[in-house]
């Protein structure tokens, strides 16, 4: 199983932009399917972003198109959540999370596809 960390959260302005970081142990990480999930006050966990292990395809919730840009580095054990443009309804704890299965060519969007789970990193965003 990969164990994962967060950083790089804060509190910024309407239009700043951030990078978040998923640092990950183990020798696996490679293998997985990385994503961004988000999780604001009062609401249940969303989708963010994906890319998939071999960092050729990724998928972005609607929300955050054209805003957010994911990618990883693999020779590092890091995947990136890149947030441009930031909103107030951007406010959230952020969790990236590894896929369950390994060497998948997919980019799964529900959690329950995803095994390993970091602590968090709070994002807000202030008006």
């Known amino acids: 199983q990969v164990q994962l960390v967060e950083s790089g959260g804060g509190l910024v302005q309407a239009g700043d932009s951030l990078r978040l970081s998923c640092t990950a142990s183990?020798?696996?990480?490679?293998?997985?399917?990385m994503g961004w999930f988000r999780q604001a006050p009062g609401k249940g966990r969303e989708f963010v972003a994906v890319?998939?292990?071999?960092?050729?395809?990724?998928d972005y919730a609607d929300s955050v198109k054209g805003r957010f840009s994911i990618s990883r580095d693999n020779a590092e054990n890091r995947v990136y959540l890149q947030m441009n443009s930031l909103k107030p309804e951007d406010t959230a704890v952020y969790y990236c999370?590894?896929?369950?299965?390994?060497?998948?060519?997919?980019?799964?969007?529900?959690?329950?596809?995803?095994?390993?789970w970091g602590q968090g990193t709070q994002v807000t965003v202030s008006s």
């Open positions: 183990g020798r696996t990480f490679s293998r997985h399917a």
């Open positions: 999370a590894a896929d369950r299965v390994s060497w998948a060519a997919r980019t799964p969007r529900l959690e329950a596809d995803f095994g390993s």
């Open positions: 890319i998939t292990w071999f960092a050729g395809n990724t």
